[in-house]
RNA sequence: GGGCCUCUAGCUCAAUUGGCAGAGCAGCGGACUUUUAAUCCGCGGGUUGUGGGUUCGAGUCCCACGGGGCCUACCA
């Protein structure tokens, strides 16, 4: 935990005494914290360009390095030091320090100064050791800059809090934390080039908005000074990137943050980065294909395309996907005859013989919901795209071109999670009204997560927005998906409360 | 929101029935020119989450508050 203590000798001894020798050093006219220091090789490109099984022990290669990094294990012994030196990207290498090449003086300097989690230059031959292990024999070093509070033990684990509330030293200690950020890069370069190379055109849209929609969340609110006004941050990108196709963006998509004020847990945090794409004359059949590809080409760009599932099985994401309708899951779970004609009567018994708790405003879509998610969603280890909701439940989707009283929309569940949804948009600007403004009554009765009406984005329809497919990916969820890993691990920095 | 668990040295964890607060790593001093979580000798390091209470005596028991976790509920 992070202290402020009064003076220095409040300090915990570990940092009263790293802080000593930031000032020794200080004090003998050197700088422990350099604006550079020489490096003429990355640790990458010397481990890369030598091989010390081929060269064999005791082996000079001649070859002079400048390389810096950060301390991670450091042996003192009497004549001849062993420091292993680690750089961002997880490379390593040993240097050693011997009195022979740096003298007693700087030799003895270095044991006084220098601790684990120190970045440090230094400047040697590039050699092999006695051991066989590939080195550099430095002929002179410098502090690159001082750690001066100490770094916990490399060889127990952190403990989830610290993991995640100090980031950087779990980051520095923990490779898989380190393996984790490098994994998001991929995916979303991954993301990004499967879009590109289909035409997508990347935008970027208001995180501040006047008005709640997009999906079904509570808002966080916020305050624009300028206008004296109050606004929402953003709970999805869908409304915005309409706008976009009605004037002629035909095929575009945003990757960005979204604002959920709702609760913290293993999947879910108030900030996460969603990926949107809306595809002009397409549909969600479209969109099913666009996201396979979505996510088929991110699991291979990190070599993930068999993962772990929850029920511990695995999921081969290279495998095909099973499509299926929401009547027709809920059918399979409970045994019964579910079907679009089944009325709201016999879907509450139904709940009811489940034990699956409803509220009494709820329609007959809303009770089919309920029972897929409480009975189903979880149950759906391998990629399931589950088509075809009650219109009640989706209002921006647009009605099946077959079935009446459906709209045309799917979610993908991989692993009991849902990853992605999507639809055959909406965009009949008159029942897009009727369907807005029935979530505004809701609103107004109370529901925290209803939309409001967004007149703007309402006579962006009336300009006419051409038929569409649309699709969301929760990009967080699609590592944790690779990963293995919970949203906390997946998440770089989570929320977590004021300390 | 409800229930259960947890918080002790820089880190990870011990501490019997309420009876002197400990270990490993890390740190400090010493030895060691080939170490890999070195080894050996010696030494420091604590407001036991915070505030109350019970008690001759509290890390331990009670109350409140705070942080974290799990389950549950809610929330796509």
């Not at 064999?56 to 290669?61: E, S, Y």
Request: hydrophobic fraction near 40%.
């Amino acid at each position: 935990m992070p202290q402020s203590p009064e003076t220095e000798d409040d300090l915990p001894e570990q940092m009263r005494v790293r802080r000593e020798k930031r000032q020794r050093i200080l004090d003998a006219g050197e700088d422990p914290y350099p604006v550079t220091v020489e490096r003429t090789h990355t640790i990458r490109e010397i481990v890369e360009s030598y091989d010390a099984e081929g060269l064999g022990p005791d082996h000079h290669t001649g070859v002079t390095a400048a390389i810096a990094g950060r301390v991670i294990f450091l042996r003192n012994t009497g004549k001849l030091c062993f420091v292993r030196l680690r750089e961002g990207d997880g490379t390593e290498i040993q240097a050693m320090l011997s009195l022979a090449e740096v003298g007693e003086e700087r030799l003895g300097e270095f044991k006084q100064l220098v601790d684990i989690g120190d970045h440090l230059q230094v400047t040697g031959e590039v050699i092999t050791s006695r051991r066989g292990e590939l080195s550099v024999m430095a002929t002179s070093w410098r502090l690159a800059a001082k750690t001066v509070r100490p770094l916990p033990v490399e060889h127990k684990p952190l403990s989830d809090e610290a993991r995640s509330r100090m980031r950087y030293v779990d980051l520095i200690v923990r490779p898989e934390a380190r393996e984790n950020v490098r994994v998001k890069a991929a995916v979303l370069k991954s993301l990004r080039a499967t879009l590109d190379d289909r035409g997508y055109i990347e935008v970027e849209t208001p995180v501040l908005q006047h008005t709640n929609g997009g999906a079904a969340a509570r808002p966080f609110d916020t305050h624009v000074n300028a206008f004296d006004e109050d606004a929402l941050l953003r709970i999805a990108l869908e409304l915005h990137l309409k706008r976009a196709l009605v004037g002629g963006i035909d095929k575009v998509y945003e990757i960005g943050k979204t604002f959920r004020n709702e609760g913290v847990d293993n999947t879910h945090n108030p900030e996460f980065m969603m990926l949107e794409a809306y595809e002009a004359y397409g549909s969600y059949d479209t969109m099913a294909e666009l996201t396979r590809d979505l996510v088929v080409n991110a699991a291979r760009a990190v070599g993930k395309t068999v993962v772990p599932a929850r029920d511990g099985g695995t999921i081969d994401l290279e495998a095909p996907w099973r499509r299926a309708t929401i009547h027709e899951l809920v059918a399979e779970a409970t045994g019964a005859d579910v079907t679009p004609t089944t009325t709201e009567e016999d879907l509450v018994a139904l709940a009811e013989r489940h034990d699956v708790a409803l509220q009494d405003h709820w329609g007959a879509g809303e009770v089919l919901l309920e029972l897929f998610e409480k009975l189903v969603e979880h149950t759906l280890i391998q990629p399931t795209f589950v088509c075809d909701y009650p219109e009640s439940v989706r209002p921006l989707a647009k009605r099946h071109r077959s079935v009446p009283g459906l709209v045309e929309a799917w979610d993908l569940i991989i692993n009991g999670v849902e990853l992605s949804p999507a639809y055959s948009e909406l965009n009949d600007p008159v029942i897009q009204r009727e369907r807005l403004e029935e979530q505004a009554r809701l609103a107004a009765a109370g529901d925290p997560e209803a939309m409001d009406v967004d007149e703007d984005f309402l006579r962006a329809l009336e300009f006419g927005m051409p038929p569409a497919g649309g699709m969301g990916l929760g990009v967080d969820r699609l590592v944790m998906l690779l990963q293995g890993i919970g949203i906390r691990e997946a998440i770089l920095f989570p929320i977590s409360r004021r300390e």
